[in-house]
Every structure is written in C-alpha cells, then in structure tokens.
C-alpha cells in the first residue's frame, strides 16, 4: 500500500501521509496548519458553499486557521471551543467528547460571554476533518447551550462514513485505508 494518499481539494493537491490508527486501519493526516495556500483555498470554497450565517464556532486546535480565515474572509467573528478552561474565562462552559485522533476522552471550553454572543444568531459549526462525529457533537452541544440557531456544520473534508451524512457540507470525501 501506498505512503500517502493524493487529496484533490478546493483546486489544489496534496499529498498526505497515511498513518496507523489501530493495527486494522490507516487514516490519512490532513494538517492545514502552516499551509496558508490550502487554508484560504478550502475557506474560500467552503464560503461558496454555505448559508447565510452570523458567527463560526470551532474546536481547538486544528479547525481554528479554518475558522480564522473564513471569518477574515465574510467578516464575521469566530468562537474557538478551547480543550480547557483558560484563566480569562468568567464562566467557563464545559463539554466532553472523543476525537477519532486522540482516542481518549476530551473537554472543549466556552466562555459564557461567547454563548451569550451567540444568542439569536446563526450558528456555522466548522471544523478541517468531520469523521466519527465526536468534535461535531461536543460542538453542538455547546452551541445549545445558546440561545442561537445551528445554521450549518461544515468541514473540508468527511473521513469514511461521514461523507455519506446528509447534515454536514463538506468539500471533498476522505477514505479511510484497512490494512
């Protein structure tokens, strides 16, 4: 099998290295940090894709150069989930799920002050890669604990069954690799 897997998105290719999950299955390691081409191609394209909105939550860390550069993009504010409480929140707000690339139990943190922020608005839920679910869900969690409305959840892409979803809009699928 094959190093890597060739990813066709929002106009541009990429290479991404296959790396092993468990000893059943390889996944491929889509990384949009520190790849400013990729990250303004893929917000540009998501943009295209999405309903009207009024703010983007996300989750720490990898979602948040996504989130950054479509919110620079529309003008419109984004929310980072952190994975803690941070000392500047007044009223942290705290959610746990599972990531299918940390495979243990994780918090993301939101400040009260963002949830009230969010209230009457049109929520974009954003993240790089949607797959099992879990950061999706511990998302809108978060955003129900608002008084906003979930306008769209959004990815570049969704990894194995994700892409067979009818809720989320994604721009490219991702396969998963058996071993």
Aim: aromatic share 6%; glycine share 6%.
């Amino acid at each position: 099998m094959a190093n890597t897997y060739t990813l066709h998105v929002a106009g541009l290719t990429r290479e991404l290295p296959l790396c092993p999950l468990n000893e059943h299955l390889d996944i491929a390691a889509f990384i949009m940090f520190s790849d400013v081409e990729l990250t303004v191609a893929c917000a540009k394209a998501l943009l295209e894709k999405v309903p009207d909105f009024d703010v983007i939550l996300t989750a720490e860390a990898k979602g948040i150069p996504l989130a950054y550069e479509m919110s620079r993009q529309s003008g419109k504010r984004y929310i980072p989930a952190r994975k803690g409480a941070k000392l500047y929140m007044s009223s942290p707000v705290i959610v746990e799920d599972i990531s299918i690339t940390t495979q243990a139990v994780q918090k993301l943190v939101i400040d009260q002050p963002d949830l009230d922020y969010m209230d009457g608005k049109r929520i974009l839920i954003v993240d790089d890669v949607i797959s099992t679910g879990g950061s999706l869900h511990a998302l809108e969690t978060l955003a129900a604990k608002s008084k906003g409305t979930i306008a769209a959840r959004a990815a570049v892409l969704a990894e194995g069954d994700a892409a067979q979803r009818g809720d989320i809009i994604f721009l490219e699928p991702l396969p998963l690799f058996p071993k």
